[in-house]
């Protein structure tokens, strides 16, 4: 038994350790120069702005701190925020109670939305609060009149006048700020005038002096100021005033001897601010000539004179007979003032000012691009006309056929001045040279006659890049492409440059970035090899594994490659062949089995399966093919069984199923004492039991009917002496 005496000695012991591991727990958690916080005695916002747009949330950072300014990291006490700003806001909500995992320190999101200097507090019990001063300033402008609208060109009777404002719709007093005004919704176009008395005065801005030079309804005024969220007046209208002139809203375009302007004249009912008089529909426009270059007459399908609509007279088919340039029609109306159209020209062809080159390299712009002129008569541009369209084409039965010309922005251009100047223009194929055959380019407009170039021999230009002649389109793994791929060198319109520079250059077909893994291109001629009179032609290539490919050819010389169009190889069908080496056994025995796979079968993992019924499959043996495309399997079944090979395919060869055979298993009795071992002899009267265990179990069959027969020896002979016919029980015994 131990002393008592010892017991405290242990227990001394044990204490003293402790507070030793205590010691050390405590010298490691410290870092070199680190202090424990004591317990926070105050809060302090660490991070705040000091001043805030009304309504704009601003996030303030507060700490716990003790006395030396250090974060209490352990602090968990409540705090309450409080305001000046009886609409002020915070996120979180207060009381908010500090968790562990604040360590001390806590984001708040503040909103205040009265202006002035507010101030707001976060409190907590026994802790010095912390207390922030700000200046809050306006948000928003407001119209507080709107404008009242009033006759065109006339400052309106009601100005709108237009508050600045914090976010709980109070005027800020304080505030001097200046506003812009600019039309928001502007049904006609109109142009804001005369606004003055921009600035606020103690936040008030009451505007003087706007008018709208357009009548219109549905108009309004968008207010704005810097930094401040602008505001939108009410619709307003502005009407028109009493007719005074005429003015042209639509002006003549282009027209040809007899044919109807390009653009047909619009003649409008103004006031004297120019606007249309939208009431006016009595108003009787005469058109006619004054000035009158060509000495032409002027006819309207709807007649001279139209009758306003609305504030509109619209003419329609107008045209004149004669060629001329500066044309200028004249619209009367009986009390208003007449107004005069811009000058305009009546013309009747084109012409090439510029002819293009009359050589230049297939697919390369020419040296010199055309230039094509509306014409009115022999001689004189149509320097008033900007509505033809001028469009070039290839004149047919000229150059190559399916050759394609092209312009930098397309092959038609609207005419400035008469005049359409085209640039970039360029032909992408070779001109025939046996028989010649250089191109035309014809320039054509509607309603004049067209132009025809002079003659342009297109040849092949300098080797730039490659391209595809011919390239596959579809594949099988392994096999070759049923089309090959043939690489040209050519220029930059597409032509096969057959000599010269780089023609024979060496080019380099490889797979495009994006194959599938392990996916290798052959060709029996090398996948490299040089051009003869600028063509590669590649033969026997292939690609090992099914996916979907591209190639690109590459070359030397600087040349251009080029990446094909996709094509997908598919990987051939698996031929699988299985054999059995006996259609019938004896339970006990093995069947042989042979697995022969076709093209592209060597090492490949396959499963043999089997089946009772030909339908219910199990695998029996995983196997793989050798070398020879071929796998052997001895199996020694227990039953009568259906076999098949399985192949779930690789990427050079797609899944398959072999042929099903059939092995039968024929059943055996085998006979041995009950007893274990050879009974040689046994004593008379002695009682022995034999069992036959009948293999394989059929339980498909009727049972089984074993026949058991006794002989005796005698001398040398069997002498039969009884027989037991038994049926086998479920076990197949």
């Known amino acids: 038994m131990t002393p008592q005496s010892a017991r405290p000695r242990r227990s001394i012991r044990s204490r003293s350790l402790g507070a030793a591991l205590l010691a050390s727990v405590m010298l490691v958690g410290l870092l070199p120069g680190a202090v424990l916080a004591a317990a926070a005695t105050k809060l302090v916002l660490t991070s705040a702005p000091s001043s805030e747009v009304s309504g704009q949330a601003m996030n303030v950072t507060l700490q716990a701190q003790d006395s030396s300014n250090n974060v209490d990291t352990n602090f968990t006490g409540t705090v309450n925020f409080s305001s000046s700003d009886g609409s002020a806001s915070v996120s979180p909500g207060t009381p908010y109670t500090f968790t562990n995992g604040d360590n001390g320190t806590k984001t708040f999101s503040v909103t205040l939305r009265s202006f002035g200097t507010q101030s707001y507090t976060f409190a907590s019990s026994g802790l010095s609060s912390a207390i922030r001063t700000i200046t809050v300033s306006a948000s928003r402008v407001v119209f507080t009149v709107a404008p009242g609208g009033g006759a065109t060109g006339a400052a309106w009777p009601t100005q709108p006048d237009v508050e600045i404002r914090d976010e709980t719709g109070a005027r800020v007093t304080t505030s001097s700020a200046s506003i812009s005004l600019a039309i928001g919704s502007n049904p006609s176009g109109g142009v804001l005038s005369g606004c003055s008395n921009l600035t606020a005065s103690a936040g008030l801005v009451n505007v003087a002096g706007c008018k709208i030079d357009k009548a219109g309804n549905g108009y309004t005024l968008v207010a704005s100021s810097s930094g401040l969220i602008s505001a939108t007046s009410g619709a307003f209208n502005i009407t028109s005033g009493t007719a005074t002139k005429l003015g042209f809203a639509v002006q003549p375009a282009r027209g040809t001897p007899g044919g109807a302007f390009a653009v047909q004249p619009v003649v409008e009912i103004q006031d004297s601010a120019g606007s249309r008089v939208a009431g006016d529909s009595s108003t009787n426009v005469t058109l006619s000539i004054t000035s009158n270059p060509g000495g032409g007459t002027l006819t309207c399908s709807g007649g001279l004179t139209r009758q306003a609509s609305n504030g509109l007279a619209s003419f329609t088919g107008c045209s004149i007979n004669n060629v001329g340039v500066g044309y200028v029609l004249t619209a009367t109306a009986s ?183 392990g996916a290798i291109l052959t060709c029996t001629n090398g996948r490299s090899m040089a051009a003869s009179s600028g063509v590669a032609t590649f033969a026997g290539c292939s690609i090992n594994a099914a996916g979907t490919y591209s190639l690109v050819a590459t070359a030397t010389g600087g040349l251009t490659a080029i990446t094909g169009t996709p094509f997908v190889v598919t990987a051939p069908g698996a031929s699988i062949t299985l054999t059995n080496s006996a259609s019938v056994i004896t339970w006990g025995s093995a069947v042989g089995l042979t697995i022969q796979f076709g093209a592209n079968g060597a090492n490949k993992t396959f499963v043999l399966e089997g089946a009772r019924d030909g339908v219910s499959w199990s695998p029996i043996a995983t196997l793989k093919t050798n070398s020879s495309n071929q796998a052997t399997y001895a199996y020694r079944p227990a039953t009568n069984l259906f076999y098949r090979a399985r192949f779930v395919g690789t990427p050079d060869l797609a899944a398959a199923t072999s042929n099903t055979t059939r092995t039968v298993v024929r059943q055996i009795a085998l006979l041995r004492p009950t007893n274990y071992g050879v009974i040689k002899s046994i004593a008379r009267n002695t009682r022995i039991t034999f069992t036959t265990t009948v293999r394989p179990s059929r339980p498909e069959l009727a049972p089984a009917k074993v026949t058991f027969r006794l002989y005796h020896r005698v001398g040398r002979s069997w002498v039969f002496v009884t027989r037991r016919e038994v049926y086998i029980n479920s076990l197949g015994k």
């Open 335 to 517: 009390g208003v003032s007449s107004a005069a159209s811009s000058a305009f020209d009546v013309a009747d062809r084109l012409i090439f000012a510029t002819q293009p080159s009359s050589s230049a390299g297939a697919g390369i712009s020419f040296g010199t691009q055309p230039v094509v002129q509306v014409r009115a008569g022999g001689g004189n541009t149509a320097t008033h006309d900007q509505a033809t369209v001028v469009t070039l084409s290839i004149k047919s039965g000229t150059g190559a056929a399916g050759a394609v010309l092209t312009c930098d922005s397309g092959l038609s251009r609207t005419v400035v001045n008469g005049v359409a100047t085209f640039t970039g223009c360029k032909i992408n194929k070779i001109s025939p040279t046996s028989p010649s055959n250089p191109y035309r380019i014809v320039a054509s407009a509607s309603g004049v006659a067209g132009a025809e170039s002079s003659n342009i021999a297109i040849t092949a230009g300098g080797a730039t890049k490659l391209g595809f002649i011919a390239q596959p389109n579809a594949g099988v793994a392994a096999q070759a492409f049923p089309i090959q791929p043939v690489v040209a060198i050519q220029d930059a319109g597409g032509n096969t440059v057959t000599s010269g520079p780089n023609s024979n250059a060496t080019i380099t077909l490889s797979l495009a970035p994006g194959a599938p893994a």
